[in-house]
């Protein structure tokens, strides 16, 4: 199980930290990502980290201000959102997947939590 929290109302350029509990499982054995969906349009690829933390893959569009980390003991992954901007608004998910490389693809993801609404305001 997965649960997201930490999202909100924002002004632009504001800063937010979301973060995804995990529960079940060995948390370790999972690589994680971040996605996101906003109102009309297809989910989105934000980031993905590998098991141990030490490599991430990040999409264009939040690269340089988005930044992912992963605390295994707490079984959490974190995604510290800097610079925030309105086009950034839209309900962000942690997925997992028990796998040895992590992936961009949604489709590659069995385990999602139910999203946080992030909302950045002008």
């Known amino acids: 199980q997965l649960v997201e929290s930490g999202g909100g109302l924002v002004q632009a350029g504001d800063s937010l930290r979301l973060s995804c509990a995990a529960s079940?499982?060995?948390?370790?054995?999972?690589?994680m990502g971040w996605f996101r969906q906003a109102p009309g349009q297809n989910r989105e690829f934000l980031v993905a980290i590998s098991r141990n933390g030490e490599n991430a893959d990040y999409a264009d569009s939040v690269k340089g201000r988005f930044t992912i980390s992963r605390d295994n003991a707490k079984h959490t992954v974190y995604l510290q959102m800097n610079n925030l901007k309105p086009e950034d608004t839209a309900v962000y998910y942690c997925a997992a997947e028990q796998a040895l490389m992590f992936s961009t693809s949604q489709d590659d993801y069995t385990f999602w939590g139910q999203g946080t609404q992030v909302t950045v305001s002008s």
């Open positions: 079940g499982g060995v948390f370790a054995w999972y690589v």
